[in-house]
């Protein structure tokens, strides 16, 4: 895949047509990252944008207790570094880790900036992306700080399945390998409370999980105990069936 296809892969740059893009192509150049390497470290300068042309990046921080918190999954199409370069500080504010083999392209920042002055349709999607990005990362702290477990991991679900999900007989699949480690970091949970909150979904038949990957049956039943209403007796007894059977 080259440069610009990657580009053309994301909702900011996907609009325009692939001639305007080659302008960028002096300011690119294309990254392969082992698993556990780092695109970038937390307070280092934010001097690039990042797209995902392949693999599978995870940006988080990490507390004074050592624990993880991840942001954001990143996933071929997917920005990630957007918001370090738009921060007057300069600065970057967390790190990004690739967790499988990958491969992103690095556009450097000054004429990132000056590309966006005279894109305008790019700007506006960077800016409607930006508030998406502010939006779910303040849900997730809101539910972080008032949600039970099981609702935090249900909307951790729904937010990759609505995002990268791929639809198939069974369901919507959600084309990332997630350890329950890596769902504890999203969350701000421990492995053995997400085990707890994904054993009830799993055993309800409303998510399956096969071969890393899980796999969202009843995406309303979901969104339900994301909302924080929960399920009556009566209410599971009456399920719709499984996109299976």
Not at 59 to 72: H, K, M, N, S
Not at 99 to 122: C, D, G, W, Y
Not at 126 to 145: C, F, K, N, P
Not at 216 to 234: F, K, M, Y
Request: charged content about 20%; glycine content about 8%.
């Amino acid at each position: 895949m080259t440069p610009i296809d990657a580009l053309l892969q994301t909702t900011v740059f996907g609009e325009l047509p692939r001639e305007r893009i080659d302008a960028l192509l002096p300011a690119m150049h294309t990254l392969r990252l082992a698993p556990g390497q780092l695109a970038f470290a937390q307070g280092d300068p934010a001097d690039a944008l990042f797209v995902v042309a392949e693999g599978q990046l995870k940006q988080y921080a990490v507390g004074r207790d050592g624990a993880e918190l991840i942001f954001t999954l990143a996933l071929p199409g997917d920005l990630f570094g957007q918001v370090g370069v738009f921060d007057p500080s300069g600065r970057r504010s967390a790190s990004a880790e690739a967790m499988v083999p990958s491969e992103v392209v690095k556009i450097q920042r000054e004429p990132m900036l000056a590309f966006f002055t005279h894109n305008p349709t790019a700007m506006r999607r960077m800016l409607e992306h930006l508030s998406a990005l502010t939006r779910d990362v303040g849900q997730a702290l809101v539910g972080v700080a008032y949600e039970e477990i099981r609702a935090r991991v249900a909307q951790a679900l729904l937010r990759l399945a609505v995002a990268h999900s791929e639809a198939t007989g069974k369901g919507l699949l959600i084309p990332v390998r997630l350890s329950q480690a890596t769902l504890g970091s999203i969350v701000g949970a421990t492995r053995e409370n997400v085990n707890r909150a994904l054993a009830s979904l799993l055993a309800a038949g409303d998510l399956s999980h096969h071969d890393g990957f899980y796999v969202v049956h009843r995406r309303a039943v979901l969104e339900a105990i994301a909302a924080g209403q929960g399920l009556s007796v009566d209410a599971k007894v009456q399920r719709t069936p499984r996109a299976d059977g």
